[in-house]
């Protein structure tokens, strides 16, 4: 067997590693959010549930994933079961507005964002 990695051999590899953590970090996103609503992640990622709590949810999904990690909106569309970035672009436009229209969506988004970063913990990192 060949002890070197050509080129091609390393892009696969790191591929595979990227999509492996962006899947973990969709699921731990998606997960924490359900939890805060009561949704399990099945429904929120079945886009024929338009319910508002499920569709609230979906949307706060989508923003965390696209501002706060940064990932790309076809994917984030594709994993939450949604026809394309367009969607994405949407949610995270309504989410900054009722962030920057209403003080209690700010609160909601801190609780949000403190349940999925787990940043209410007592201890300090070091």
Known sequence: MNR????????MILLKEYY???KT???HVSLQVGNM???????????????????????IIAFF???YEDLNMDAIASFLG?????WVRYAINNIS???EAYDEWNEKMNKVRNQIYNLD???VLA
Do not use: M, P
């Open 97 to 99: 507005d009722k962030i």
């Open 25 to 27: 970090i969709c699921r």
């Open 121 to 123: 913990r007592k201890e």
């Open 20 to 22: 492996a953590n962006t």
């Open 82 to 86: 949604c026809s394309d970035h367009s």
């Open 4 to 11: 070197f990695l050509n080129n091609k051999t390393i892009v």
């Open 37 to 59: 609503y009561g949704i399990k992640t099945n429904k929120i990622r079945n886009n024929k549930c338009r319910d508002k709590d499920t569709v609230e949810a979906r949307q």
């Open 65 to 67: 994933l696209c501002v």
